[in-house]
């Protein structure tokens, strides 16, 4: 699943978890400086995504931070060939990055000859260490979402720790915007690795480029009253969280 996690920390990076406590609701996302912002996505799942560059990165590295109801929860850093250069958790921050010399990177650029695998390590700040394998394959299909075209891919990734153990799969079906190199969620069934599944939709519905109503704002205006209604005991409620 192509996610995205590497090596160093980013000036940008730093900056953006720095600031993330001011950002609240009815509120703009403003970039670290020296990072344009080209791109607002409003999902399904009560989440808004904010993508942008930055001078400093190698060319063809993108950012993007993710809102739910409470603000900012998560960022990530992918390269050219939406490889997880890097993540960041929020409250408390937690990094992850992806390890030197993977066995088998991700390629975007596989993908869309038909089909890629991957097979790499991953490590937290935290110490923790774990490998990530899996695909995405292109089905065939295309959906035309808010004006944009997009390709529909299948995938179906495990992450283990060293020794083993299944910390979380999913398989499902995602979008793949070529010109943009970019992943976007959509329909896909998550395990923790005890057994039971949970179907997340986290699908695009929105997209909203510089000036136009919308770009930057940092309040997700879909699924979120859904989400508020379900009350304790009905199940996990998940921050649908795309990690590319």
């Known amino acids: 699943m192509g996610m995205t996690l590497l090596t160093k920390i980013l000036a940008g990076g730093l900056a953006l978890i720095a600031a993330a406590p001011a950002f609240g609701?009815?509120?703009?996302?403003?970039?670290?400086?020296?990072?344009?912002a080209f791109l607002t996505v409003?999902?399904?799942g009560c989440r808004v995504s904010h993508h942008y560059r930055c001078d400093k990165d190698p060319a063809g590295d993108q950012w993007r931070v993710d809102f739910d109801q409470e603000g900012i929860f998560?960022?990530?850093h992918i390269d050219r060939e939406a490889q997880w250069v890097e993540s960041y958790e929020m409250f408390p921050t937690v990094r992850q990055a992806l390890d030197p010399n993977p066995a088998d990177p991700a390629s975007f650029t596989e993908l869309l000859g038909g089909a890629d695998s991957y097979d790499f390590g991953l490590t937290r700040s935290t110490g923790e260490r774990s490998r990530v394998t899996g695909y995405d394959r292109l089905?065939?299909?295309?959906?035309?979402i808010d004006g944009i075209v997009?390709?529909?891919?299948?995938f179906e990734f495990t992450e283990t720790s060293i020794g083993g153990?299944?910390?979380?799969q999913a398989?499902?079906?995602?979008?793949i915007h070529p010109e943009w190199r970019l992943f976007f969620a959509g329909p896909t069934r998550w395990s923790d690795g005890t057994g039971g599944t949970l179907p997340v939709d986290g699908s695009p519905v929105d997209?909203?480029?510089p000036g136009e109503p919308g770009f930057l704002a940092t309040e997700p205006i879909f699924d979120c009253d859904a989400i508020l209604s379900q009350a304790p005991g009905d199940g996990l409620i998940l921050k649908v969280r795309h990690d590319r």
Do not use: D, M
């Not at 089905?139 to 035309?144: A, L, P, R």
């Open 207 to 209: 997209f909203v480029f």
């Open 165 to 168: 153990t299944v910390l979380r």
């Open 139 to 144: 089905t065939g299909k295309s959906f035309t």
């Open 25 to 36: 609701s009815g509120r703009t996302f403003t970039p670290p400086e020296g990072c344009t």
């Open 42 to 44: 409003q999902s399904r």
């Open 74 to 76: 998560f960022s990530s």
């Open 150 to 154: 997009l390709q529909e891919t299948e």
């Open 171 to 175: 398989h499902g079906h995602e979008y």
